[in-house]
């Protein structure tokens, strides 16, 4: 157990849909990063926050946004979605500048 | 670019030891990983390096660093068939301008242990 928390654990959805999904960081983490897992894809980076701020972005779509509250945890929204957008999620948790990042356990999108 | 390369598949008997190879390309790369996937659950971390260090090793894992060919090795000892899994090597970008430390992850290498 990573002491990261994802919730819910899977999701089914139709296109055009909008979905939250939580991720509660490490106590301790002020960091949350968001990844996307898919087939063709593989791992790619969506999002870091820190303390509450955006840091940094990688292949996030346009359709998908992110915030990190004054509590810690995120949330990562998807809307429009299509079947493209079905992949496991996950959140991960780090101090800045540390060496390590923990993986929740992943929330499994499937769009129908 | 940015690709991290890893081959897709190993398999080797239970006892023998394993070695999974990756290919990075940022030299400026401050920390490299490993992390493990077992069927349907999320990564779980296995083991780091810094990039000053040329090896580091923690149990039966052994990892082996080659900055000047920007090759990274994990190393299973003993392998068992609980060491089953898609075994993903990852680089941080801190050392680029601008970026945060989000890692960038080679496909996976997928480890069958056969008994």
């Known amino acids: 157990d990573s002491g990261v928390t994802q919730t819910p654990k899977h999701l089914i959805t139709a296109t055009g849909q909008r979905v939250t999904l939580r991720c509660s960081p490490r106590?301790?983490?002020?960091?949350v990063y968001w990844y996307q897992q898919s087939l063709d894809q593989g791992l790619q980076f969506l999002i870091q926050y820190y303390n509450g701020e955006e840091r940094a972005k990688g292949n996030i779509l346009e359709r998908f946004s992110a915030q990190q509250f004054p509590d810690l945890h995120s949330e990562l929204n998807l809307s429009s979605l299509e079947l493209g957008d079905s992949a496991l999620y996950f959140c991960?948790?780090?101090?800045?500048?540390?060496?390590?990042?923990?993986f929740g356990p992943g929330t499994r999108l499937t769009v129908l | 670019g940015e690709d991290v390369e890893q081959s897709l598949f190993l398999s080797v008997r239970e006892g023998d030891s394993s070695v999974i190879n990756c290919t990075y390309t940022?030299?400026?790369?401050?920390?490299l990983y490993w992390y493990k996937q077992e069927p349907g659950a999320g990564l779980q971390l296995l083991t780091y390096i810094f990039s000053n260090m040329d090896m580091k090793q923690d149990q039966r894992l052994t990892v082996l660093l080659n900055k000047k060919d920007k090759h990274l090795s994990l190393r299973i000892a003993d392998t068992q068939t609980g060491d089953s899994a898609i075994y993903f090597c990852?680089?941080?970008?801190w050392g680029r301008g601008g970026s945060q430390g989000n890692l960038i992850f080679g496909k996976g290498t997928k480890l069958s242990v056969k008994p």
């Open positions: 106590s301790g983490d002020l960091s």
């Open positions: 991960a948790s780090g101090q800045r500048r540390t060496d390590t990042q923990y």
């Open positions: 990852a680089e941080d970008l």
């Open positions: 940022d030299s400026s790369s401050t920390y």
